[in-house]
């Protein structure tokens, strides 16, 4: 089992709707999560982060951690075209290195 | 804002030459990393350095070996490229803001 799952998509949804990415994880001991975006042709990009439960909130971004059941989530409102990326969690291990361990990707389209 | 460049955005080599794939970071950073992203793999670590000198290896480290003799610059080295090290690498440093990604070198191996 890997210890970040994600839903590889693809992913394809009018614009304006509402968008719903999930990862799970399998280590309990993880603590810190990121969400990356990443273009066609380009490296990821940091969107958001969080830290221990609950949710966080920038812009047309939400990302949403539940703990007891392990599963991160992004919600992204109102979607556009310009939101059509790849989009990977990731967390955090091996201690002071801060090795990142990624879900391997979600592909969203926005249709205009 | 922090800056990775990656020297090459495509590279075709042929099976058994040897590659150098550069990294470059315009700050002082001290952790560099090397990922591969395969498509239904997402990205697996290879190396990655602490400091000048100082590296250990990932995740899936064979077939690669790293060089870090200057803090800015951290290099990929495939001894013998094979085609199953056809690929898109990224390199990544992190620093106080967290991890920034070049924009990946892909690499064919014919």
């Known amino acids: 089992q890997k210890e970040v799952e994600q839903d590889p998509g693809p992913l394809s949804v009018p614009e304006g709707a509402i968008v719903s990415l999930n990862c799970t994880y399998s280590?309990?001991?993880?603590?810190?999560f990121m969400w990356y975006r990443q273009y066609s042709r380009k490296g990821p990009e940091l969107l958001m982060y969080?830290?221990?439960?609950g949710n966080k909130e920038d812009g047309r971004f939400t990302a949403q951690v539940d703990k007891s059941s392990k599963y991160i989530s992004l919600f992204i409102r109102d979607s556009q075209p310009s939101d059509s990326a790849t989009y990977l969690c990731?967390?955090?291990?091996?201690?002071?290195?801060?090795?990142?361990?990624f879900g391997t990707g979600t592909l969203l389209a926005v249709q205009p | 804002d922090v800056k990775v460049t990656q020297s090459s955005r495509y590279l075709v080599k042929r099976t058994g030459e040897k590659v150098f794939l550069e990294c470059v970071q315009d700050?002082?950073?001290?952790?560099m990393f090397w990922y591969r992203q395969d498509p239904g793999l997402g990205l697996r670590l290879i190396y990655f350095?602490?400091?000048?000198?100082?590296?250990e290896k990932g995740d899936i480290p064979e077939g690669y070996s790293v060089s870090r003799e200057k803090k800015e610059r951290f290099s990929l080295i495939l001894e013998s490229a094979s085609t199953n090290q056809t690929s898109m690498y990224l390199c990544?440093?992190?620093?106080?803001?967290?991890?920034?990604f070049g924009s990946g070198t892909r690499l064919t191996v014919v």
């Open positions: 990731a967390t955090p291990y091996g201690g002071a290195t801060n090795k990142l361990i």
């Open positions: 280590n309990s001991a993880f603590q810190y």
């Open positions: 969080t830290y221990s439960s």
């Open positions: 700050m002082d950073h001290e952790n």
């Open positions: 350095s602490y400091d000048v000198k100082m590296k």
């Open positions: 990544a440093n992190r620093g106080p803001t967290g991890y920034t």
